[in-house]
């Protein structure tokens, strides 16, 4: 298609004797129509028509140059390409069909406006998969195999649903929005690792991870790479929030508390906000949980860290107790429930554990370190066993939903019994169906949407997932 400035003299003259009506914004006769559209200049505006050698009076659509390329190379596939129904199904697909089309024109199962059943098709052509089905677990997100899936993920690690319905989700160095109706756009980082401050896709992250979201829309960012807590306003600006932003060996392994400028972490991997607003801290590789208040301060929540064995090496224990004295195990989840107990996700130790009124305890599991403890069984709190859990969150009832990654599951702990949820124990795979048959690889982060669903970064697998219940 040829994009030109056209100006033809006798029609100009034509419609001034004709006293022509003015054009509604949007619409153009010649590119010079479209050159407000663009308040900071930066992209070419052009009059698109169709055909390419339109009348120059006609009646054309102002749009960005590589949009009217892509416009117009539709175009010449509807004009050369088919439209039929090859499985009979009574919609059909091609290049020359106008919308709906069949997404699957070779299954009489899929088509537009079709019943979404629980299995691994997108019937209904909607780019998603077994979204809203009761006790069925579905794709929202991603999906590197799935060409139904249309938006890919790099290495999502972690999810966030907020209370007015937006998702978001942090992949291997961006943090994508999800509105309403689930359209993903990447809300700030770049395709290059970093720890830059700046706004939105010019930001730089290194494998975010845990999120929060507080009543003013802002997004807390927990970076395990960058050894720091960001901060991200709800018009995209990207800040340093807590600790120093670096992987620089001198700036690794630190543990600090007091101004948030110069507080220390290694390796903060999750987050929560308490009642009060202030943002709790999983400070994973130092296997304490730090509070960053809201006039600035870094503090202490729970936790003893690691200790020197007789031979010099550090370990870390698992011992209940006042907050300050408990020993965790690389915890890697945080919750906080309505009466203010904190739930964690004692990674190392294969537990999970709760702080209530300034005591630790153990809330379900055996806390035990070393690979060879992890283990699986449901049933009472006490008895039950998980492997490796990596995050915890807590619904409006106050059942309590772990992402148990090394079992491949989800599981949820309610009145002192731990039951599945979806997923097989030990089967690893990618399955989406009914929640006793999906399968999971690498279930890493487990939130809670506002209707009682569960988000679920499916990490091995390179989705986000929806569990309805």
């Known amino acids: 298609m040829k994009l030109s400035r056209v100006f033809v003299i006798g029609a100009l003259a034509a419609c001034a004797l004709a006293g022509c009506t003015s054009l509604e914004k949007g619409q153009c006769k010649r590119d010079s129509h479209c050159d407000d559209m663009s308040e900071k200049q930066v992209d070419m505006w052009v009059c698109y028509k169709e055909p390419a050698d339109a009348p120059a009076d006609q009646i054309g659509t102002c749009m960005r140059a590589r949009d009217a390329r892509e416009a117009q190379a539709r175009y010449e596939r509807k004009k050369h390409g088919k439209c039929e129904d090859k499985d009979g199904d009574g919609v059909k697909a091609g290049d ?28 209904d052509c909607d780019d998603l998969i077994n979204e809203d089905l009761p006790r069925c677990a579905g794709t929202i997100l991603g999906g590197k195999r799935d060409p139904v899936v249309q938006f890919m993920l790099t290495l999502p690690a972690g999810v966030e649903a907020a209370e007015n319905g937006v998702i978001w989700a942090a992949d291997q160095h961006q943090i994508y929005r999800i509105d309403q109706n689930r359209k993903a756009t990447r809300f700030a980082g770049s395709n290059k690792p970093g720890h830059e401050d700046k706004k939105g896709k010019f930001a730089r992250f290194d494998k975010p991870r845990g999120l929060a ?17 960001r901060k991200i306003s709800s018009s995209a600006e990207v800040k340093a929030y807590a600790g120093k932003c670096s992987n620089e060996p001198d700036d690794t392994g630190l543990d600090e508390l007091g101004d948030t400028e110069a507080a220390r972490f290694w390796c903060p991997i999750d987050l929560a906000l308490d009642a009060d607003g202030s943002l709790l801290v999983a400070d994973m590789l130092n296997s304490k949980i730090k509070r960053v208040t809201k006039d600035g301060k870094v503090e202490l929540v729970a936790g003893l860290g690691g200790k020197q064995d007789e031979d010099g090496y550090v370990v870390f224990g698992s011992s209940d107790g006042p907050a300050k004295k408990a020993e965790f195990n690389e915890p890697a989840g945080l919750a906080v429930a309505k009466d203010g107990a904190i739930y964690i996700a004692d990674t190392k130790n294969h537990c999970i554990r709760v702080l209530n009124a300034g005591k630790v305890s153990t809330f379900a599991g055996k806390c035990e370190s070393g690979k060879d403890k992890g283990a699986f069984a449901d049933g009472k709190a006490a008895a039950a066993r998980f492997n490796q859990p990596q995050s915890v969150d807590v619904d409006a009832a106050g059942a309590v939903y772990v992402a148990d990654a090394g079992n491949q599951c ?56 929806r569990v309805v219940q």
Not at 213 to 229: L, P
Not at 414 to 443: C, I, R, S, W
Request: overall charge negative; proline content about 6%.
């Open 213 to 229: 979201v507080d009543v003013s829309g802002n997004v807390y960012v927990a970076e395990c790479n960058n050894n720091c807590v």
């Open 410 to 465: 989800i599981r949820k702990i309610a009145k002192g019994m731990v039951t599945t949820v979806a997923g097989k124990a030990g089967q690893q795979g990618y399955y989406d169906g009914p929640v006793d048959e999906a399968l999971f690889n690498q279930p890493m982060t487990v939130s809670v949407a506002k209707d009682g669903s569960l988000l679920v970064v499916d990490h091995g697998n390179y989705r986000i997932r």
């Open 96 to 123: 020359a069909c106008d919308p709906p089309v069949d997404c699957d024109d070779d299954d009489p199962a899929v088509k537009p406006g079709a019943s979404e059943i629980c299995d691994l098709k997108d019937n």
